[in-house]
């Protein structure tokens, strides 16, 4: 992982709003996955455990962005 403790604010943000983006990405895969029936070699219930592990990952990476950006907002205090 870089450290990003004294970098610029404006990265800072920038890489913050990509992994809330990024977060977005996982969770609609997941979902896509759950509920719709895709054309790939995948059986359903593969399928649905593919979306079940990317929305867990998304809901797991919601967490640790909303950590990183309250340690950067007491860094700044």
Do not use: W
Not at 56 to 68: A, D, E, M, P, S
């Amino acid at each position: 992982m870089i450290a990003l403790k004294g970098s610029n604010p404006k990265l800072r943000k920038y890489l913050y709003y990509f992994g809330l983006s990024m977060v977005l990405v996982y969770v609609c895969l997941g979902l896509l996955f759950v509920f719709y029936d895709l054309p790939i070699n995948v059986t359903r219930q593969g399928q649905i455990t593919i979306g079940v592990v990317l929305i867990i990952y998304g809901l797991v990476r919601t967490y640790t962005n909303y950590r990183k950006r309250q340690n950067f907002e007491d860094e700044e205090e």
